[in-house]
């Protein structure tokens, strides 16, 4: 039996992959997103998630904030975009889930005062990981890594104990 790696992405420029192994559960790979020139670079994100072979991955379904210019939400949304496409590439099964549903789970708080709750929580939950959720500006890696936790123990935990 294949080990169980989720695969979780925060997308947007300042996102990021995570892969996650629920028999290690204070631990966590997680890279920023591949960006070159302002945009997601599509085949460094598919050769990476191919290299790490997951058996599952969640996406965060995002859209554009109120406060989003076009310019901006035209970025986000590409990158949006890039990961679904890049998964759907590797012929991974995927879910979809709001920030509003993970967040909730692990209540956490929106906008910028919850990124930095979620980066907390990230340092505390994934201890031998710490390294990679150091610095303010981590909080996307942080976000994937607690997105990847969210789907081991709501998506993927319960059919394996339905089954």
């Known amino acids: 039996m294949t080990e169980t790696c989720i695969l979780a992405i925060d997308p947007g420029l300042t996102g990021a992959i995570a892969f996650y192994f629920p028999s290690e559960p204070g631990r966590v790979v997680v890279e920023d997103m591949p960006v070159v020139d302002g945009e997601v670079e599509p085949a460094s994100l598919v050769r990476r998630i191919r290299q790490m072979a997951p058996t599952v991955a969640i996406v965060e379904r995002v859209g554009p904030m109120p406060r989003d210019g076009a310019v901006q939400a035209f970025r986000f949304g590409s990158a949006y975009a890039a990961a679904k496409v890049a998964v759907a590439l590797c012929e991974i099964p995927y879910h979809l889930v709001t920030p509003a549903s993970w967040k909730k789970h692990f209540r956490l708080a929106g906008g910028p005062e919850g990124k930095e709750q979620s980066r907390a929580l990230a ?41």
Do not use: N
């Open 123 to 163: 340092l505390q939950t994934f201890p031998r990981s710490s390294e990679l959720f150091a610095r303010k500006k981590d909080h996307g890696r942080a976000e994937a890594a607690l997105l990847a936790r969210y789907a081991a123990e709501k998506l993927i935990q319960p059919q394996q104990v339905a089954a």
